[in-house]
């Protein structure tokens, strides 16, 4: 456990509660505001707005309701070096499918 | 450091990260669970991209969230307002989760019961959600070899990815309903610690971790 005393700790889950639910709150908004209002705009930047607002929940769940955050640094490196990966992952398969999508067009093979 | 402590260290019995075995183990699960998940996910990110982008004229082209995920029980034609209710529930179920390991720490029975209580429902809440929307997109025609939104394969990864979380959070709520009856009977309490439930709270958090990712992936993308 932390230093934290009981009621900062019970304080603090309700604050990164009420974080999550607003971040929550903000995609649902931009996504229904694109959806209404500039459905012919692409969505390239709400894209990346959205990956850097989970990007945002996810370091809060770890962090705080994890716990990750109160561990020795050796601990954190082991549990998200492995992360890396991921990263290489995303990129590579979304240009691999992009690809795939090319090939399908030049043979005209769609649907 | 000294030669002694050093041979202590070396003798076994200590942690490297000061934390315990049962919950590096944990996480080292959740790690492997990661890619996992990560691996369907990526799935999907490769397969969509391989897809003609959403296109009114193009009834096989990828199929927009906002059409498919607009009804809930008892409403229609309003976009994500079921699957955020759905969020919120497994937020809400991750923080009662916390307050249960924090009660926990200070050996509070009552304390544990009554958020772990609260977790089990949060769960529950979910997982008939999911089942509610399941049922209702079946019914609209989407199977995992057939959607009538767009490209089926939209339908096969839905149904693929949503149902291995869904799996996940069924897991939880098992887990978490056999920790709170060995709570009720003083098993922690006679053992000096709670740590099951830390444990188990690292799972919970975990699923609504990749809740996060496949809402991402699946409802606002």
């Known amino acids: 456990m932390s230093t934290l005393s009981r009621e900062e700790s019970k304080k603090r889950v309700w604050r990164v509660c009420g974080i999550l639910a607003l971040v929550t709150i903000v995609e649902i908004a931009a996504a229904l505001i694109h959806y209404n209002y500039m459905e012919d705009s692409p969505k390239t930047f709400l894209n990346i707005l959205f990956i850097i607002l989970s990007a945002g929940k996810a370091y809060y769940i770890m962090s705080e309701f994890m716990h990750l955050k109160y561990e020795l640094k050796p601990m954190v490196i082991s549990v998200l070096a492995p992360f890396l990966f991921l990263i290489w992952g995303v990129i590579a398969f979304l240009w691999e499918g992009k690809y795939w999508l090319s090939m399908k067009q030049f043979w005209d093979v769609l649907n | ?221």
Do not use: C
């Open chain 2, 1 to 221: 450091m000294s030669t002694t402590n050093a041979k202590e260290l070396w003798s076994g019995g200590d942690s490297p990260f000061k934390v315990s075995y049962g919950k590096i183990m944990m996480w080292y699960f959740l790690i492997s669970d990661t890619f996992t998940f990560a691996g369907l996910l990526i799935s999907y990110g490769a397969i969509r991209s391989s897809q003609p982008k959403h296109d009114e004229t193009n009834p096989l082209s990828w199929p927009d969230p906002n059409h498919v995920f607009n009804a809930g029980p008892g409403f229609h034609h309003a976009p994500l307002v079921f699957v955020t209710f759905m969020t919120f529930t497994l937020i809400l179920s991750s923080v009662t989760m916390v307050r249960a390991v924090q009660e926990g720490h200070y050996m509070n029975r009552a304390g544990v019961l009554k958020w772990m209580a609260l977790t089990i429902l949060g769960g529950l809440v979910f997982v008939l959600s999911q089942a509610w929307e399941w049922t209702h997109l079946i019914h609209e025609g989407m199977t995992p070899s057939s959607n009538p939104f767009g490209a089926y394969s939209f339908g096969a990864l839905f149904f693929l990815i949503t149902g291995f979380h869904g799996f996940h959070v069924s897991v939880g709520v098992l887990l978490n309903s056999w920790a709170f009856i060995q709570t009720y009977r003083g098993v922690f309490d006679r053992r000096g610690h709670y740590e099951m439930i830390e444990k188990l709270g690292l799972y919970w958090h975990f699923v609504d971790l990749v809740w996060v990712y496949v809402f991402l992936a699946f409802y606002l993308f």
